[in-house]
């Protein structure tokens, strides 16, 4: 009798919501508020924050704190799976 293989879980790290200054600046000004408040909320200051929207390169890090802060709580708890996973 033949047995078929197990199927393997394979857990995948969700998609961030901001990988990109652009699209940090884009979601700030949907939510109408300014840079002071939007980076604040992640540490990070207004001139940090203005840099990244300027176009300077987003760390991971800094893309998984603005996923855990301003995606919704179903995202950002899928998120929290896989970094306790460490699959993100």
């Known amino acids: 009798m033949m047995t078929q293989p197990k199927a393997s879980k394979v857990s995948k ?3 961030l919501l901001i990988q990109s200054g ?4 884009a979601l700030r000004k ?3 508020i300014n840079q002071s408040v939007f980076w604040s909320r992640i540490r ?3 001139s940090g924050g203005s840099r990244y929207e300027s ?5 991971h890090t800094v893309q998984l704190l603005l996923h855990l802060a301003y995606a919704s709580e179903a995202q950002a708890h899928t998120l929290l799976d896989a970094l ?4 993100a």
């Open 30 to 32: 949907k939510l109408g």
């Open 44 to 46: 990070v200051t207004q």
């Open 84 to 87: 306790r996973k460490n699959d």
């Open 55 to 59: 176009g300077r390169k987003l760390p």
């Open 22 to 25: 652009e699209q940090a600046a």
């Open 13 to 15: 790290a969700p998609q």
